[in-house]
């Protein structure tokens, strides 16, 4: 399995926090009391509006003494720098759009970088991913990120909500395989034979919104209340940890101090073999709407 690491070379804990929708000082407070707790990952995306927010908490971070560096700041190439319910969405990599008739892909990637560069106060992305596999963009998309990574832009560079036949395209086009993947992975929706794709191919799955399945009642706790008990752990911690146990790297969300710690302490016990194959047998492939019903190209 992948292990990702700071700019410093320094691994980093395998838990990021989820950051959308939390825009300003909430999220800047957010993400200082996380980095407080151990978190080094945030994950955000250029149609979050997240990324001003980070930027204020890189900075003030940076006036207490914790340097940029030990951070891992992660964001994403969307189609729009906008909520779904403005305008603005669909404006890019859209064959429609009158906007792609005037500039190239490569041109769009690179002044979204130079945002996302600006937004979040740094001179570097630890990590860029494509939002959704645009269909007839994503190749173009892929290029242009491979050179920034190349000339020390980005660290590294990755995918989100994509399935195998989208990375394969990626594969057979330039040869370079992604080393992220972010999608929804839960005990109900497992998605193993992605999950199995990308570890043969050293590619780190990144579950967003870990939890969601766990905070809208959708797991039933009393098959995994014995787990709990022998572990004296909370159901999102069980949670989580299953994901850690099959190679991925989960990213939940909050802003509630507790919860951040919570979240956190999941490092000091291990699932066995029988324990993730129970929970996993949950699983009925459930799929959560945005990747299935909207997302383009699915």
């Known amino acids: 399995m992948i292990q990702l690491t700071n700019k410093l070379g320094e691994t980093i804990p395998q838990i990021g926090l989820g950051?959308?929708?939390?825009?300003g000082r909430v999220m800047a407070d957010m993400v200082k009391a996380a980095v407080k707790?151990?978190?080094?990952?945030?994950?955000?995306?250029d149609d979050y509006r997240g990324e001003p927010g980070i930027g204020i908490a890189v900075k003030e971070l940076a006036a207490e003494g914790f340097d940029r560096e030990y951070l891992f700041l992660q964001t994403k190439i969307?189609?729009?720098?906008?909520?779904e319910d403005e305008p603005l969405k669909g404006i890019y990599f859209n064959p429609t759009s009158r906007f792609m008739q005037r500039h190239s892909v490569d041109e769009i990637v690179r002044e979204k970088v130079a945002t996302s560069l600006r937004d979040m106060n740094t001179s570097y992305?630890?990590?860029?991913?494509?939002?959704?596999p645009f269909p007839d963009y994503i190749v173009d998309i892929w290029k242009t990120m491979i050179e920034l990574k190349k000339q020390g832009v980005v660290r590294y560079i990755g995918v989100s909500n994509f399935h195998?036949?989208?990375?394969?395209?990626?594969?057979?086009e330039t040869g370079v395989i992604p080393d992220i993947n972010e999608v929804y992975v839960s005990p109900i929706g497992i998605k193993q034979s992605l999950v199995d794709y990308c570890n043969n191919h050293q590619i780190l799955v990144m579950p967003y919104s870990p939890l969601m399945d766990v905070a809208h009642g959708k797991i039933p706790t009393e098959k995994l209340q014995p787990i709990m008990e022998k572990y004296k752990k909370s159901l999102a911690q069980v949670v989580l940890r299953w994901d850690i146990e099959r190679g991925c790297f989960p990213l939940p969300k909050t802003k509630n101090p507790k919860r951040l710690e919570e979240n956190f302490?999941?490092?000091?016990?291990?699932?066995?073999?029988?324990?993730i194959e129970m929970i996993s047998s949950l699983n009925y492939d459930n799929q959560y709407l945005v990747e299935s019903k909207i997302c383009p190209g699915l």
């Open 125 to 132: 992305i630890d990590s860029l991913l494509i939002h959704y």
């Open 265 to 275: 302490g999941i490092f000091d016990f291990s699932l066995t073999p029988k324990e």
């Open 37 to 45: 707790v151990g978190y080094r990952l945030f994950d955000t995306a």
């Open 19 to 23: 950051t959308f929708p939390f825009e």
């Open 164 to 172: 195998e036949r989208h990375i394969d395209k990626l594969i057979a």
């Open 78 to 83: 969307s189609d729009n720098n906008a909520h």
